[in-house]
Nanobody, 121 residues
Framework: QVKLVESGGGLVQPGGSLRLSCAAS????????MGWYRQAPAKERELVAT???????KYGDSVKGRFTISRDNDKNTVHLQMDSLKPEDTAVYYC???????????????WGRGTLVSVSS
């Protein structure tokens, strides 16, 4: 069974920084892409950033230039460095692992339970 556990959320003032981390556990052979999505109250879940196994990245337009995603393939972890945070970044941030090859079903996608990021003065 593959599980994703996020950490690093919290309350930060506008202009501040936070670093989110996500660790995938289980008997995992490979993960095609890992990433972060977020959902603010009364809004749909949206892409924040993703990174593939070979290091290719994709960012949502609203976070380009402020957020940086990184990944450790050996440890099956993904990190999101968030700088210059704005109140509109307030949301629950979800970790995603896409097309996971593991001891379980082949090619499954998995989600973490989410971590809350609040940006407020």
């Amino acid at each position: 069974q593959v599980k994703l556990v996020e950490s690093g959320g919290g309350l930060v003032q506008p202009g501040g920084s936070l670093r989110l981390s996500c660790a995938a556990s289980g008997l995992i052979f490979s993960i095609h892409a890992m990433g972060w999505y977020r959902q603010a109250p009364a809004k749909e879940r949206e892409l924040v950033a993703t990174i593939t196994e070979d290091g290719s990245t994709k960012y949502g337009d609203s976070v380009k230039g402020r957020f940086t995603i990184s990944r450790d393939n050996d440890k099956n972890t993904v990190h999101l460095q968030m700088d210059s945070l704005k109140p509109e970044d307030t949301a629950v941030y979800y970790c995603n692992a896409e097309y996971v090859e593991s001891s379980g079903p082949s090619g499954e996608d998995y989600w973490g339970r989410g971590t809350l990021v609040s940006v407020s003065s």
